[in-house]
């Protein structure tokens, strides 16, 4: 790509609370930026290492939580519950890692979806904390000295930043020695392991890694909508992750990022359109379609094109 | 005596969903989708047209068997070389489209299935239990003796086994794969049903009732150890068991911890199941 070509993306995406007019984009882009963090967070273990985790929305859970409590109930600000956010899911993403990842494939996948289970069982039961079912409202929103980030363009630039540190961490990590034992245990983990890369050690680290992203994504979360509640366990987030991951193309840079775009847009166009269980119902046909259309995805099936019109 | 019931049924699903896991190598997150469906016949079948019990726990089984027929043709077969992620999202798929095409068709209010059974309970010594609980566990323990009978004495079954264990050498002694593939998932599709049609009027039916399903019949798959009949059926029994007992004497909102609670612990402590006797190649 050329410079020019480079610049004018980030200038849109610099200036786009100026001219994007209508709160509601605005609100879809931050959603989709929110997203976005989960997707690259999902696609380091789906699309890197090749372990697919059913149970992300747990994570995305216990850092939201984490920064909702720790900011109501301690009243700490914002920039320390965050790094608290995310180190917890990070703990958490270790404590699975270490247990789960002596297991492969739909064995991980259980072991991922049942820890999901759990968390959220315990977020609806244990009321003196979590306030149950009720959840938590009037979570505070940031603040940067006197200065409220409340209005949405100024969260905006706060998820924006977000989320470009996200996106360098995966892309300093992915070309880095342990992005390269990722792939190879990816491919073949007998013969990686046979050339001295240590299994356990990497796939804990990706886990962990990928865990304190989406706890970051939660913390974000909670701190935009202002509100927590054990909706924020739903199988159908960590669902819409994979989603995005799978059609963007995963074990792509760009992928998750292009598809948190499109599948956070795509259902609030549908909304405009049909009623809600119709949009679910066109999101699941949506998926088998891409399955057997675009098996690898959006972003390398471009890729592919343009290397093929442009020899 | 409440766990035995519901394990009879938690069985039937995790027999259905460990053949086709062990056969088929298909991560089935649809099957809890063919328990609703199961559950939404019995419905029509009971509620609307005013059948007997028996027929329309045989009406769910056969529109679960259609169903899983017409899915495994369709998506299924065209994938069969593709990996076992790529099946894996076709199913989430599957599910999300069911589900919605169920909320669709029938509301998100829960239905009470009708049934004909009088509500005064049977006292028998130091037990009671409704009559309709007695007639689920005996249906249910016949159609999971029928499953062994396909299993271990049919034709169908041999060959089915016989895939199993290896599917090169079966193909090349004659069985046709792709056809036991189809039925593979057609019979567990049906058990799922069956399943659905067997516990609906015990609770409600509504649409999402199989995503809780779906994670009962997996903790007992894993129970038992993946492609292990036996051990899903005592799996099935004893995660029912362990629910009731569960939520009498701990709290009854973590009743649904315990299957999970199970899963991790088996997987870890255990990873072929809890009674497997060696490790098993799926």
Request: hydrophobic letters at 60%; one cysteine or more; charged letters at 10%.
């Amino acid at each position: 790509m050329t410079r020019a070509g480079r610049f004018v993306p980030v200038l849109l995406a610099l200036t786009l609370p100026l001219w994007l007019g209508s709160p509601y984009f605005l609100h879809v882009v931050i959603m989709a930026g929110i997203f976005g963090i989960l997707a690259l967070s999902l696609n380091l273990l789906l699309g890197y290492t090749g372990q697919l985790s059913l149970g992300h929305a747990a994570f995305f859970g216990i850092g939201a939580y984490t920064s909702a409590l720790l900011t109501l109930r301690l009243e700490w600000s914002f920039w320390l519950a965050l790094p608290c956010a995310v180190a917890a899911s990070g703990l958490a993403g270790w404590l699975i890692g270490r247990l789960a990842l002596k297991l492969r494939g739909a064995y991980f996948v259980l072991v991922t979806i049942s820890f999901a289970g759990v968390i959220a069982l315990v977020s609806v039961n244990w009321m003196d904390v979590t306030n149950g079912p009720l959840g938590l409202p009037g979570v505070p929103a940031p603040a940067l000295g006197p200065w409220s980030l409340r209005a949405k363009s100024v969260y905006y630039y706060l998820v924006l930043v977000a989320v470009l540190i996200a996106y360098l961490v995966c892309r300093r990590l992915v070309a880095s020695r342990i992005g390269r034992a990722f792939v190879a245990l990816r491919e073949n983990e007998a013969l990686a392991e046979s050339v001295g890369v240590d299994v356990t050690h990497y796939l804990v680290l990706a886990a962990v890694v990928s865990a304190a992203m989406a706890g970051m994504a939660g913390s974000l979360y909670a701190h935009y909508t202002r509100f927590v509640s054990p909706e924020v366990f739903l199988f159908s987030y960590t669902v819409t992750m994979v989603i995005m991951v799978v059609a963007g193309g995963k074990g792509t840079l760009a992928g998750p990022l292009v598809g948190a775009l499109i599948f956070t847009a795509l259902p609030e166009a549908l909304r405009a359109v049909t009623s809600w269980q119709w949009q679910m119902l066109a999101y699941g046909v949506l998926l088998v379609l891409l399955v057997f259309f675009l098996p690898r995805g959006i972003v390398p099936a471009l890729a592919a094109w343009r290397a093929w019109k442009a020899p | 005596m409440n766990g035995l019931v519901l394990g009879g049924t938690y069985a039937l699903l995790g027999i259905g969903l460990t053949l086709i896991f062990g056969l088929m190598n298909v991560v089935n997150f649809a099957h809890g989708e063919f328990y609703t469906l199961g559950a939404y016949a019995a419905f029509a079948t009971l509620g609307l047209a005013g059948a007997h019990f028996v027929a329309a726990v045989l009406a769910a089984i056969a529109c679960g068997v259609a169903l899983g027929a017409v899915c495994e043709l369709t998506l299924l077969r065209p994938l069969r070389a593709e990996s076992i992620d790529t099946t894996m999202l076709v199913m989430i798929g599957v599910w999300i489209t069911m589900q919605n095409g169920e909320l669709l068709l029938w509301g998100g209010v829960a239905k009470s299935i009708p049934h004909p059974f009088p509500t005064a309970p049977l006292v028998l010594g130091p037990v009671s239990i409704a009559p309709l609980r007695v007639f689920v566990l005996a249906l249910a323990a016949g159609l999971i003796v029928a499953s062994y009978l396909l299993i271990h004495k049919t034709q169908l079954g041999m060959a089915m086994r016989a895939t199993f264990q290896d599917r090169d050498t079966a193909a090349l002694m004659g069985v046709r794969i792709g056809r036991i593939h189809t039925a593979t998932f057609a019979f567990g599709s049906g058990l799922a049903a069956a399943a659905g049609a067997l516990l609906g009027p015990v609770f409600l039916a509504y649409p999402s009732m199989g995503d809780l399903a779906a994670l009962k019949a997996f903790s007992v798959v894993i129970l038992g150890g993946l492609g292990n009949l036996p051990g899903a059926t005592l799996g099935g029994l004893l995660l029912g068991v362990a629910e009731e007992l569960g939520a009498g004497y701990v709290s009854s909102g973590y009743r649904d911890a315990v299957g999970f609670v199970i899963i991790i612990l088996v997987l870890l402590l255990r990873p072929a199941g809890l009674f497997s006797k060696q490790e098993r190649i799926g």
